[in-house]
């Protein structure tokens, strides 16, 4: 028996609102975007970054919690599995998209952040969320790894790198 695994982590800014709607069997789904940045001084010593955009989906207790607490800019954690959709467009051309199923949420934005979304009560720490249950949780900075590509002998680049500081609302291409 072959061993898999299905994982997706980020952290990054909301690059729109949640958009929840009901599946016409009652669920409620959230689906909106993370944009995330992956910073590198290249060989000349510039700073280079590159901006990747996800697509996430929220279903039940997790969706409203989105609705209620998060917005475009927010800050968060998210936590899931990578899963692709396709469908054939109006043009008979088979489209693909590509999602992270959220299973995990942290709401990163400080306290003053939130407090001026005017929906979400006071609090002194982020807000962690899973499915149906929204937890308060103390979360400390994350640890900031420096990262320096490494040229292996066979030419490739790899990278140990994980660095909260990387996304940045100021950094976001909109």
Known sequence: MAFSLNRAQIIGNLTRDPEVRQTPGGQTVATFGVATNFTWTDQSGVKQVKTEFHNVVAWRGLAEICRQYVKKGSKVYIEGRLQTRDWEGPDGVKRYRTEIIADNMIMLDGRR??????TAPRQTAP???????????????????DFEPVQSNSGTVSSNRSKEDDVSLDDLPF
């Open 113 to 118: 952040d939130i407090d001026s979304m005017g």
């Open 127 to 145: 807000m962690a969320a899973t499915g149906t249950d929204v937890v308060m949780e103390t979360v400390s900075e994350a640890p900031s790894v």
